[in-house]
Nanobody, 126 residues
């Protein structure tokens, strides 16, 4: 599968952005999906994940209640709605995909994913 992330940009603190990640192929529903981010000088960190079924989600503690991950299998797209953005949310955001056996599993570690998008820059100004 090939992944194309979009929707990043420059936003003021307190603002919102919605990231999208479009996937190629006809087996999108067989993939669990996730979002990670990497700030300058820092390691890539987990942000959010959603199961193949869409019924299970996981979030990093730092974004719980602030970010929402969702998927639209008809559009082969996963989204990350980001609200109340803070300067510390500034990073390159990456989407990722892999194919776990179970419908309800969420993958929260970067090494669990084989497929990655190119990243989209999110900059939050104070």
């Amino acid at each position: 599968v090939q992944l194309q992330a979009s929707g990043g940009g420059l936003v003021q603190a307190g603002g919102s952005l919605r990231l999208s990640c479009a996937a190629s192929g006809r087996t999108f529903s067989s993939y669990a999906l996730g979002w990670f981010r990497q700030a300058p000088g820092k390691e890539r960190e987990f942000v959010a994940a959603i199961s193949r079924s869409g019924g299970s989600t996981s979030y990093a503690d730092s974004v719980k209640g602030q970010f929402t991950i969702s998927r639209d299998n008809a559009k082969n797209t996963v989204y990350l709605q980001m609200n109340s953005l803070k300067p510390e949310d500034t990073a390159v955001y990456y989407c990722a995909a892999d194919r776990p056996l179970h419908l309800t599993v969420t993958l929260t570690a970067w090494y669990e994913y084989d497929y990655w998008g190119q990243g989209t820059q999110v900059t939050v100004s104070s």
